[in-house]
């Protein structure tokens, strides 16, 4: 089980960005799917978390510029990002609940990370 995210790279202030994010692997179902952020020097922070539902909540590093959405029946996360600013450079990473083995268990997944950088 993995998660591959992509979609990062060079973006300029004001402009947008679509990351995504696809679970692959054998597993029997997904739960609740997140996109973080690290930027250097600072902690991990919560952008957005999105249930299987699609009910979403977001941290307070989205300030209403970045959306998270999914696709079940691709398995993959998204991450809408408009409006960038040199603040939102950082490496963005996603998260999921899967439920996979024998017997079937809930675990937690990361993806590897995709930098995005803002800058002019």
């Known amino acids: 089980v993995q998660l591959q995210a992509s979609g990062g790279g060079l973006v300029q202030p004001g402009g947008s960005l679509r990351l995504s994010c696809v679970a692959s692997g054998s597993f029997a179902a997904i739960n609740n799917m997140a996109w973080y952020r690290r930027a250097t020097g600072k902690g991990r922070e919560l952008i957005g978390r999105?249930?299987?539902?699609?009910?979403?909540v977001y941290g307070d590093s989205a300030q209403g510029r970045f959306t998270i959405s999914r696709d079940n029946a691709r398995n993959t996360v998204y991450l809408q990002m408009n409006n960038l600013i040199p603040e939102d450079t950082a490496v963005y990473y996603c998260n999921a609940d899967l439920l996979s083995g024998q017997p079937p268990r809930w675990s937690n997944y990361w993806g590897q990370g995709t930098l995005v950088t803002v800058s002019s």
């Open positions: 999105i249930s299987h539902s699609g009910s979403a």
